[in-house]
């Protein structure tokens, strides 16, 4: 083996004509007239990979972005059909967005070809999983007399095969295939910190499901630490690409190697690296040099911080802007202050995001600085309205990320008193009236000394998540927008309790095929979900085809589950059919089913599912969907759908009452809950009411 020095340096220096990427000439005047959705603040950081980006390059990605959305950034310099478009560029540097795999492959093809290592592509574990492994080792070398190749690698004797994996049809893992001394060792890095997905990758590139040349029986597992950033923003592509790097170049590479790497702002930083590096054509090797740190043996667990997303890109340039940070406190960061100022408005300015970076040692997450104190009323957590919080995540249908526990520290009696008293105005109240915010208004005026308020406006109507700041893209948070309540999801012993997930997804796609419905389902998964409630799931039931795409797509994070849906009697030719529930049981949960079922008048208002509790006890969870109370919609809604099907049938009954589905779901669920309580069967109700949340209603 080399000395250390020499095996971390690169064997090639770009900048004649060896370059493996060509990026496209630039023109000369380009309007500013693109910026990621996600509007976030600008704030750079001491992070090796972050100080690598000059702003002279951040300014050309900027400009890059802003070109025609089809027009080639950057292309193999050989394989010309290999390239990322204007639109790729765009969803790297986004905050949420997924990554294009032509992102991937070019930056593999360009750490390849700089360290002289090979990789594999990114459909490799796809067709080691539908094909097996006599197909996938025809992608190696001196099958049929083919020469070896960075992406044709030797069966064994190479220093590193990096492998991108993408699995679930929404996740990126990186495995680095490593010899060192005469020793395999296979890196494993996931940013989710999932077991069932490792276990799952480990069993595929196993000596029983590839071969011993490939992998050893004594070869050894290695998986990297990554701490989980929440919440999480899609950056598994980028974070990956950053790690396969260090785990490909460590010349000692152990569990530890990626904890100097980890950062807040870890999911913009690899974004922008990885934009940097293919817009270079080089891999900064000073920057990554600082990030082999030394390391020392602990042992392992899944660890969890808050993130702290920024842009280092300076998209609106010669502005100031706000982030809040953990302690409540606002930042005012300038780009020309950062990258012009002076040293100690630099080091003050990043002074505070450093402070809540993991301790490697102790695996613990301590802000330096006291947390405001959320007020705890009825068992719930106030979240503060945040202006400048990020875009929700893109992909996640179904809500729930795990939070940290420091995150929401508890707060002594004299302050939850005080607080509760301070923040009662500002209740998402049923009575809150114009006439109350003025008097907040006025009150706070003079309090301050200064001249009264504007009077705010009132959010009228059905609210949705869009209608809270907590959910809404920054870019339309207004001043109106109410205060957020609800529960910090605890992690749960998933053996001894069931935990219950209630959305109304507006409308499912069950399909391998669509990455956001799968990530919905892996979260569900990661945060323990064993009922999945669905309403208005919009789907035609009918097809049976669509319980079976939906059992692949269960069957890709679960061993076992059932499925009761319930749609309107009517028969759609299409898949689309409004309204209908559905309630999944999954996991060790199907083995207390008992029975299922669905609304008895075929109208799909609601399903059902009755568990066997202890003691001979049993539990009917209830999925629900009211229609809206809107008279006058189109003849296939849902309201429609049951509209005639109740005139039938009272027809049927000689009656000729108003029909109206909005107040006959009011009756009908109800003799159904009465009827099982009788029995002694405990009902949980999970219902999209459609209802406002206004008193002496409903």
């Not at 250390?4 to 493996?20: Q, W």
């Not at 007239?33 to 600008?42: G, K, Q």
């Not at 600082?290 to 969890?304: C, D, F, G, K």
């Not at 923040?423 to 907040?440: G, V, Y």
């Amino acid at each position: 083996m080399p000395p250390i020095s020499d095996s971390l340096e690169p064997k090639r220096n770009y900048g004649g004509g060896a370059n493996p990427l060509l990026a496209a000439p630039l023109e000369a005047s380009i309007g500013i007239r693109w910026r990621p959705a996600a509007c976030l603040s600008v704030k750079r950081s001491q992070h090796p990979l972050d100080r690598a980006c000059s702003l002279q390059e951040l300014r050309e990605l900027m400009r890059y972005s802003n070109r025609n959305e089809s027009l080639t950034f950057v292309r193999h310099q050989d394989k010309e059909e290999v390239h990322v478009t204007t639109k790729d560029l765009r969803d790297l540097l986004s905050h949420s967005r997924p990554i294009a795999d032509e992102t991937i492959t070019l930056y593999l093809e360009l750490l390849s070809a700089q360290y002289d290592f090979a990789y594999l592509a990114t459909s490799t574990i796809p067709k080691l999983q539908e094909e097996g492994w006599n197909r996938l080792k025809r992608s190696f070398a001196y099958f049929r007399n083919r020469p070896r190749t960075n992406t044709r690698p030797k069966l064994s004797g190479e220093p590193a095969i990096i492998i991108p994996c993408f699995i679930h049809g929404c996740h990126w893992v990186i495995v680095v295939r490593r010899e060192i001394l005469g020793e395999v060792r296979f890196l494993y890095a996931d940013d989710l910190n999932n077991p069932n997905t490792e276990g799952e990758i480990k069993k595929l590139l196993s000596t029983g499901n590839t071969c011993p040349e490939f992998h050893p029986p004594r070869a050894r597992w290695i998986s990297c630490w990554n701490y989980t950033y929440v919440p999480h923003s899609n950056e598994c592509g980028p974070r990956s690409l950053v790690a396969a790097t260090i785990m490909a170049i460590h010349p000692d590479p152990s569990d530890l190697i990626l904890l100097p790497l980890m950062h807040p702002n870890l999911a913009q930083i690899a974004r922008t690296w990885v934009a940097k590096s293919l817009l270079a054509n080089q891999i900064d090797h000073s920057a990554v040099q600082q990030l082999i740190a030394p390391h020392s043996q602990a042992l392992r667990t899944n660890v969890q911080a808050p993130s702290q997303p920024f842009h280092l890109i300076p998209w609106q340039p010669n502005s100031t802007l706000n982030h809040r940070t953990l302690n409540g406190t606002y930042l005012q960061a300038t780009m020309g202050t950062l990258n012009k100022g002076s040293k100690e408005e630099s080091q003050r300015i990043d002074k505070d995001q450093d402070s809540y970076q993991l301790n490697p040692l102790t695996k613990e997450f301590k802000p330096s600085k006291p947390e405001a104190q959320p007020t705890k009323l009825n068992n719930q957590v106030k979240i503060t309205k945040d202006k400048n919080k990020p875009a929700k995540r893109i992909q996640g249908a179904l809500p729930g990320q795990r939070l940290l526990s420091a995150f929401f520290p508890k707060t002594n009696p004299a302050q939850n008193e005080t607080k509760q008293t301070k923040l009662s105005l500002s209740l998402p109240s049923p009575s809150f009236t114009q006439k109350t915010e003025a008097t907040s208004n006025e009150t706070m005026s003079s309090n301050q000394n200064s001249s009264k308020l504007p009077v705010k406006p009132i959010i009228h109507g059905q609210k949705t998540l869009y209608d809270f700041a907590y959910f809404k893209p920054q870019c339309t948070i207004t001043d109106s927008d109410p205060e957020v309540w609800g529960h910090v999801p605890e992690s749960i012993d998933t053996t001894a309790t069931l935990r219950v997930l209630l959305q109304n997804p507006n409308g499912i796609k069950p399909s391998v095929t669509e990455p956001e419905f799968l990530f919905s389902l892996h979260v569900c998964q990661d945060i323990g979900v064993g009922d999945i409630c669905l309403a208005e799931t919009n789907l035609n039931w009918h097809h049976t085809k669509h319980k079976i795409s939906l059992r692949r797509c269960l069957h890709r994070n679960w061993s076992s589950s059932r499925i009761q849906p319930s749609v309107p009697n009517e028969e759609f030719l299409g898949n689309y059919q409004p309204g209908g529930t559905a309630t999944i049981i999954v996991d060790r949960w199907t083995s207390r089913i008992i029975t299922t079922g669905m609304d008895p008048y075929n109208l799909g208002r609601w399903s059902y599912t009755i568990l066997r509790g202890k003691s001979d006890s049993s539990i009917c969870i209830i999925t629900a969907y009211r229609v809206c109370n809107d008279k006058y919609t189109g003849p296939k809604t849902a309201y429609q759908q049951q509209k005639r099907q109740l005139s039938s049938l009272f027809r049927e009954q000689n009656k000729t009452p108003i029909i109206d589905p909005y107040k006959q779901f009011i009756i009908d669920p109800q003799s159904c809950i009465t009827s099982l309580q009788s029995t002694g069967t405990q009902i949980i109700l999970c219902l999209d009411n459609n209802e406002e949340l206004l008193p002496n209603k409903g």
